[in-house]
Each structure stands twice: as C-alpha cells, then as structure tokens.
C-alpha cells in the first residue's frame, strides 16, 4: 500500500538518508525566486564553487586530512581507479596487491593489463572466507592494494595493514562508516554511490608526495596532478552529485560523525548476524573477525528458496536483498543511511520466511 515502509538493502546505488533524501527534492524543486536549481549552473559560478569549497572543507575534516593529503573528485567510479592508480603510480616499480574478494581480483586484473604486479596475500583458495594472511612484501614495490570492504563476499579488514610502504585502499563500500587511519593512507578511492549519495562522483585521496612519481606522459585526464591543480574541475564535475554529497556530509556529521556512524552500523550488523547465528535455516560462513559491517551475504539452507525470499521480502517492502550474480544467495547492504528498524524489519521477516518455508 502506498503508506508502507520501505527499508532499501540495496547494494549500491543505495538509500539515501531521509533528510538527504528531502533536500535533493527541495534542491530540484520550483525555487519561489525563480532561479534555476543547483543541477541547472555553472560549474564556475559563485554559487556551485561555495558548495564545492564546503564539499572539500567537510570531506577534510570527517577524515581528518591535512596538507599532506590532496582530496580530488572524479568520475568513472572504483573501477576507473583501479586503471588510474597503476598507470599513475606504478609504471616504474611493481606494485603489491592483498586479495580477499572480488572487488581485489579485478583491480589486480586492471593492473596487470598494464604491468607485472605482486600478489602478496589472497584467500581465494579457501573462497574468500576470510582475510588473507600477508606474505613477503618487497620494500621496492610501489604500493600495496588493498579492499577495505568485499561488498560481494562481505569481509572487511579492521584496519590497513601495517607496512613500511605507501598503502592504496579500495573503500568503495564503507566510506566514511566508521573512524578510520585516513591520514596513513598513501591513496584512496570510493564511489559515493553507497555512503556518500548518489552516483557520478568518485572521491580520491592522494598523500601529495606521490604525486612526484607520476610519469609526465600520461593523458592529462589520467594524470591525477591534473585533478588536484584544478580543484577537481579540469572539465565539468557532475554538480548534482556533488551537491548530494555534501547534503550527506552534514546529515553525517548532524548524526555523529564518524563515530555516530560507526556506533549504529556496529549495532544493526550485530543484530543481523545474531539473527543469522541464531538459526539453522541461514548461514553465513565468513570468519568471525572478517565479517563485513556493511555488506553482509547469507544463505538459506536450501538454495532454491532464496528466490522465493527475495520476491516476498520486496512484497513486504524489503527490496534490495538478492546476492551479487558472482556469488548467488542473499545479501543485506547496512549502510550508513539504513537505520535499526530496517534491520529488525528484516530479522522479523526472515523469522517469519523460515518459520513458513524451513
Ligand atoms: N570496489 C568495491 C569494493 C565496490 O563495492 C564496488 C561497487 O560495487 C566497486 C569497486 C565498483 O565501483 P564502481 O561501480 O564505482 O566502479
């Protein structure tokens, strides 16, 4: 019925918070002066460059980056990155990578169309059901790759890993989720399509002193030296998402900030994988100390029902629950705008399912 609710697991584009959510509609809306929305400017006029100052400030300071670090803003998503950072950091050294899910695999893959690169770590032998263990890493390589968060396997590491070399993270999946060491990073990439809005706009965080390392014969568009001397607008940024990420900045920092997030995506995965746990019809078979807080696959216990679930969990206004093709089953996405009831919505529904289908 039209007053339902609807709570999103969607694995991304994902929920947006119901106040972002709002403000997007008002932004779009008729203005009473008349003037055209924020999708309707210039890139370069006084309007859009105050939201795009207040974009990069609020970005800064949630992740506690200074001068060290550059922030830029780009399209093409995750996965242009995974192309962009070997081409601009590692045409001469070889760099390492971590392995533990799929995101991991295809940015290796982008790497190697280019150059040799390491493995130095993966757990897909045992079918990335938990972190890999890290072998030999040569002090000369380039950097070391890793996936904060498999969003199809659902495995996140608790923290980078420690080593002496500069570390590149793949954070897609839980930007801005929770604290984190940004300042150690060397680089780091995310699709603001799960945590930070709507899709488009692709933020990366750069310590400045690799820049120097950069080859001078890239295009200047893969060149991220390009990016952080102009302001992120070498040519025309996609305003709307940039619009709708600051709009998420401030509902992050209006519901905690980091550790606000950080307290409630502990608490609804928590529930989730009680729930899970607690059954014998679900399963999810990640290690404990490796279990996403973000993206969290399961299985029923018989495979064939899991179409079944999704179909009448969308009836009950829980859409966005099938698995990744690559993997099949289900998966519940938590993040940052889904709040606990959409978790005890589905907890109660899944009871429900198995106490009619188990
Ligand atoms: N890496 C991770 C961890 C992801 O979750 C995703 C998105 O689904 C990607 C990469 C690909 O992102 P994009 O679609 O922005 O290229």
């Known amino acids: 019925s039209a007053t339902q609710v609807i709570h999103n697991f969607s694995a991304g584009p994902a929920a ?4 972002v959510r709002e403000r997007l509609a008002e932004a779009l809306a008729p203005r009473p002066d008349g003037q055209p929305s924020v999708a309707e400017i210039s890139h370069r006029g006084k309007r859009f460059l105050a939201i795009a100052e207040e974009l990069e400030a609020r970005l800064r300071g ?4 200074g001068d ?7 399209q093409g998503g995750a996965n242009l ?3 962009w950072l070997p081409m601009n950091l590692a045409r001469d050294r070889t760099p390492a990578y971590l392995i533990s899910g799929y995101w991991g695999q295809k940015a290796l893959a982008e790497a190697r169309r280019l150059g040799p690169a390491e493995v130095v770590g993966s ?4 079918g990335f059901l938990d972190l890999p263990e890290m072998g030999h890493l040569p002090s000369e390589c380039a950097y070391l790759h890793y996936t904060g968060n498999e969003t199809i396997h659902g495995l996140q590491f608790a923290s980078p890993p420690a080593v002496a070399v500069p570390v590149a993270a793949d954070l897609s999946s839980e930007f801005l989720s929770r604290p984190y060491p940004y300042a150690d990073l060397g680089l780091a990439y995310a699709g603001a399509q799960k945590n930070l809005g709507i899709a488009g706009l692709t933020v990366v965080l750069i310590r400045r002193d690799l820049l120097d390392r950069i080859p001078d014969d890239l295009p200047r568009f893969l060149d991220y030296r390009t990016w952080v001397q102009s302001d992120s607008m070498y040519n025309t940024p996609a305003t709307l998402a940039w619009y709708v990420a600051l709009e998420t900045l401030r509902w992050i920092e209006e519901e ?6 950080a307290a409630r995506n502990q608490a ?9 746990d607690a059954s014998d019809f679900y399963t999810n078979p990640v290690a404990a100390h490796a279990r996403s807080l973000m993206n969290i696959p399961f299985w029923t216990a018989d495979e064939a029902l899991v179409a079944a679930f999704v179909g009448e969990a969308e009836q009950a206004g829980l ?3 099938k698995g990744h093709r690559a993997l099949g089953g289900l998966r519940a996405s938590l993040y940052n705008a889904l709040d606990m009831d959409a978790v005890l919505a589905l907890v109660d529904f899944m009871r429900d399912f198995e106490q009619r289908r188990g």
Do not use: R, T
Not at 16 to 19: A, C, D, I, M, S
Not at 256 to 261: E, N, P, Q, S
Not at 268 to 276: D, F, G, N, T, V
């Open 16 to 19: 947006l918070p119901q106040p």
């Open 62 to 65: 949630l992740m506690g980056v």
């Open 68 to 74: 060290d670090h550059a922030v830029v803003l780009l």
């Open 81 to 83: 990155q995974f192309a």
């Open 123 to 126: 757990s897909a032998d045992e």
């Open 256 to 261: 905690g900030g980091l550790a606000g997030m």
């Open 268 to 276: 609804k995965a928590e529930a989730l994988y009680a729930a899970i």
């Open 319 to 321: 859409p966005g629950l």
